[in-house]
T-cell receptor
Framework: GEDVEQSLFLSVREGDSSVINCTYT??????LYWYKQEPGAGLQLLTY?????DMKQDQRLTVLLNKKDKHLSLRIADTQTGDSAIYFC??????????FGGGTRLMVKP | EADIYQTPRYLVIGTGKKITLECSQT?????MYWYQQDPGMELHLIHY???????EKGDLSSESTVSRIRTEHFPLTLESARPSHTSQYLC??????????FGPGTRLTVT
């Protein structure tokens, strides 16, 4: 099955950019997703990128995909304290299953 | 806005009790999922359903069972709760591809 790996923790100062990285193993992943989980809540879909795209921008969020290296990143511009949460990347593959990474806890310091 | 509900939100129960965690969605989604989430954040798929009367076990072996008699309802049952079942349980539904909508979760503690 697919493996999706993320670093566990990222700390940034308010106003800086945050970059959360993810690597995956299954080259048949057709869509790659970013989900956000705030304390005490379920996951919320943030954005996604189709596998034939290199970049997708949505307001403060930029997703970069390097298919050759199987590397996905999420950049949050002008990070705010409200962005503090756990961020999960996930790959959707030919088996119609979504595989989640272990999550990256983002802490934003004022 | 997604409409998916889980009850109870928090549950503390003694070993050996039977419990059912409820999950309902009002979006008419065919696909529904149950995940167990570690304190260390990782999500494990324990059950899924692609429609009424369809249920499958997920990647993580679980002693729980599920049923899908109605499209909107996907309850999870533990016949005999044990301390090892202490965890956060998340329910999700999906209409297409990897776009899943999650409920708020049930935090279960078995004493």
């Amino acid at each position: 099955g697919e493996d999706v790996e993320q670093s566990l923790f990222l700390s940034v100062r308010e106003g800086d950019s945050s970059v959360i990285n993810c690597t995956y193993t299954d080259s048949s992943s057709t869509y790659l997703y970013w989900y956000k989980q705030e304390p005490g809540a379920g996951l919320q879909l943030l954005t996604y990128i189709f596998s034939n795209m290199d970049m997708k921008q949505d307001q403060r969020l930029t997703v970069l995909l390097n298919k050759k290296d199987k590397h996905l990143s999420l950049r949050i511009a002008d990070t705010q304290t409200g962005d503090s949460a756990i961020y999960f990347c996930a790959g959707y593959n030919a088996g119609n299953m979504l595989t989640f990474g272990g999550g990256t806890r983002l802490m934003v310091k004022p | 806005e997604a409409d998916i509900y889980q009850t109870p939100r928090y549950l503390v129960i003694g070993t050996g009790k039977k419990i059912t965690l409820e999950c309902s969605q009002t979006m008419g989604h065919d696909k529904m999922y149950w995940y167990q989430q570690d304190p260390g954040m990782e999500l494990h798929l324990i059950h899924y359903s692609y429609g009424v009367n369809s249920t499958e076990k997920g990647d993580l072996s679980s002693e729980s069972t599920v049923s899908r008699i109605r499209t909107e309802h996907f309850p999870l049952t533990l016949e005999s709760a044990r301390p090892s079942h202490t965890s956060q349980y998340l329910c999700a539904s999906s209409a297409r591809l990897g776009e899943q909508y999650f409920g708020p979760g049930t935090r279960l503690t078995v004493t």
